[in-house]
């Protein structure tokens, strides 16, 4: 099941937040001034139900021109946009201020919703639409269908939820679960006997109840206390999902919109961004070095100046290398998109894509530093090499494979590898004839998977000390060589993510389950194996008295893990402390005499022939005897 995410934007008073009401039966006003007032002034947030089961998230965003900073916060994570356009009046100002920032923050899938019909008569209808096709063409809108609708009164709008479900069924690819989580935070507030909540859209990830994370660029690590997903109590949100969650450990005043929470360790603040920046066509503006803008990525706002590093100047419809020097440090990573506004008059003039989130200093018109920035825009050959390794998640990729698959030679291969692994986006398992990398998504993923087998596993056989390694290769990483996938379980045992017993593995406070129905059946089975001695009583026909046969055989697989019990010979079993004294018997017996028959251990244990020959050859399987040729016949083994 897909996550989705749908968001509004239009002029104000076209009727967007009615649209959603109608949609959902919700009124996505929060405040009251908002509700007074009649327009949006703030971020509100809802969902329903798509007609194949999915539900989606819906964000309402404000469509006034002094609010487009909450505007811009909502759009972090849609993944389908519902450009709401009053059939009324057409396109507007902030229509296209709107289809500009959705344009320059990457959104690819959008329905344009006339709206407001039953106010116009057909004629002017064919008009409105006419003139906003004409308006879209050459914009990522060019080919979005058109839905017309009336909030009001209902009309389209079975039309309208019947596209949507099309289109997020068919286009809308799922996002990304497996890497880190990162959550831009666009709301905070707290509640009496709950504490600190934040919310918003999870754009990357997953988070689970009781994790550690850390919140940037403020650096407070909190506990996840709750997490909510559409007003219901979850245990884990994933990437794609509006939610709210109840943090530990920090106050509501700490933070702010624009923070995110992430991994510890994951990010790394920084007050410099080298960027590609591309200045609307639109706009009225040419961007000079040194001006000083209103930076908007993720939830964040930040003023900055523009340091343009390949040109004198950008003009409408232009794009150059550009470093921002932000008047605040905010926490964002490659491939981010962003929006920068005019300082004053607030007016949109352009955005692009973050090359680079950790730059250093740089100069302007300086070839090397445009020829980095070049690279970085196309992506870099470490860039390629990680998306190789991610493709080769089930099996790991060798770096001969990867000098194959990019050209590149062994050196500029390790030296891609290396800066991959400091960085932590990869990890490196050097074997005797190769080395394999493995992504760190992967990772995560097969950490995920092996948790979850296990704790399933542990819950069906308590009485086992977990899942035989082997059986874990085969049925979850059966494209792994062996030797990689030991190399692996190594690692995941070092980090405490599994814990190994023998050949077994187990999550790491796993213990085997050791109440009444346990003593019972050892305490059976221990009285029988002692009362019989060397006269050995057969497993098989030992009678569980109610207990299931694969209890009984998990439980005999502890007395043996244990070693309060060895195997004899096939069906046989008897207590270790037998064994260990048949052994030191017939040790001093061959100082004597090298030879030792079937007949003389018949003797010396007062057993039969039949009990006497698997002594023996258990004697022979732990090297303390060996066959001379004869049948019956053992010397000391040697």
């Given amino acids: 099941m897909k ?35 009649g327009i949006t002034i703030d971020l509100g947030f809802t969902y329903f139900d798509l007609p194949g089961g999915d539900r989606a998230g819906i964000i309402d965003v404000p469509g006034h021109e002094k609010l487009i900073n909450n505007m811009v916060a909502g759009v972090v994570g849609m993944d389908l946009v519902l450009l709401v356009i009053a059939a009324d009046e057409g396109i507007m100002p902030q229509t296209r201020e709107h289809m500009d920032i959705l344009g320059l923050l990457g959104i690819e899938k959008s329905i344009i919703v006339l709206n407001k019909c039953d106010l116009v008569d057909e004629e002017w209808l064919e008009l409105v639409e006419e003139e906003v096709r004409e308006e879209l063409e050459g914009t990522f809108l060019e080919q979005a269908p058109v839905v017309k609708v009336s909030a009001a009164t209902g009309e389209g709008l079975d039309h309208l939820i019947d596209v949507i479900g099309k289109m997020t069924s068919d286009e809308v690819a799922a996002k990304d679960v497996h890497t880190i989580p990162r959550l831009p935070v666009d709301r905070v507030f707290s509640l009496s006997g709950f504490g600190t909540i934040i919310t918003g859209t999870l754009v990357s990830g997953t988070i689970a109840k009781e994790d550690t994370l850390e919140l940037y660029p403020i650096g407070r690590e909190c506990k996840i206390r709750s997490i909510q997903v559409h007003g219901q109590d979850q245990q884990k949100c994933y990437a794609g999902q509006r939610v709210a969650i109840n943090l530990s450990n920090i106050k509501k005043k700490e933070i702010s919109r624009g923070c995110v929470l992430a991994p510890p360790n994951s990010m790394k603040n920084t007050d410099l961004l080298d960027v590609k920046l591309n200045v609307l066509e639109s706009s009225m503006r040419i961007l000079t070095n040194h001006t000083r803008l209103h930076l908007f990525t993720g939830t964040s706002e930040i003023l900055c100046r523009a340091v343009l590093l390949d040109k004198e100047e950008i003009g409408p419809g232009e794009s150059g290398f550009v470093q921002l020097r932000l008047e605040e440090e905010i926490a964002v990573r490659r491939g981010d998109k962003f929006v920068v506004r005019f300082y004053s008059p607030m007016e949109t003039i352009g955005g692009g894509m973050i090359l680079e989130p950790n730059p250093r200093i740089k100069k302007r018109f300086q070839q090397d530093v445009i020829e980095e920035l070049r690279q970085k825009e196309s992506g870099s050959s470490a860039d390629i090499i990680e998306m190789h390794a991610k493709q080769y998640a089930d099996t790991l990729i060798t770096t001969a494979e990867l000098a194959k698959l990019t050209a590149l030679s062994a050196q500029e291969i390790s030296e891609d590898i290396e800066e991959l692994e400091e960085k932590g986006i990869v990890q490196v398992f050097p074997m005797r004839k190769d080395t394999y990398i493995w992504h760190a998504d992967s ?44 190399r692996i379980v190594d690692r995941l045992v070092e980090a405490g993510t599994v ?7 187990c999550t790491p406070l796993y213990e085997v389950r050791k109440d009444a129905v346990y003593e019972k059946v050892s305490g059976l089975l221990l009285g029988k194996f002692a009362d019989a001695r060397y006269d050995f009583v057969r497993y098989s026909e030992i009678e569980g008295k109610g207990t299931e046969q694969g209890i009984m055989d998990d439980i005999l697989n502890i007395l043996i893990q244990e070693c309060q019990v060895v195997k004899v010979t096939d069906d046989m079993y008897t207590l270790a402390e037998y064994m260990q004294e048949a052994r030191e018997k017939i040790e001093a017996k061959l100082k004597e005499d090298p030879v030792i028959t079937i007949a003389q251990v018949r003797d010396m244990f007062g057993t039969s022939r039949k009990s006497a020959k698997p002594i023996l050859e258990y004697m022979d399987s732990i090297k303390v005897t060996k066959k001379t040729g004869a049948e019956s016949e053992r010397v000391i083994y040697s």
């Fill in 499 to 505: 814990k190994r017993v023998d050949e077994f593995l």
């Fill in 443 to 486: 990772e995560r993923a097969a950490k995920e998977t092996l948790t979850e087998a296990l704790m399933a596993y542990e819950a069906k056989y308590p009485y086992r000390y977990g899942m035989k390694k082997a059986e874990i290769q085969m049925t979850y990483f059966q494209k792994m060589k062996p030797n990689v996938f030991d």
């Fill in 3 to 37: 996550n989705i995410i749908i968001g509004t934007a239009g002029h104000i008073d076209h009727g967007k937040t009615t649209l959603i009401k109608a949609l959902t039966g919700r009124n996505t006003d929060r405040w009251e001034e908002e509700q007074r007032r």
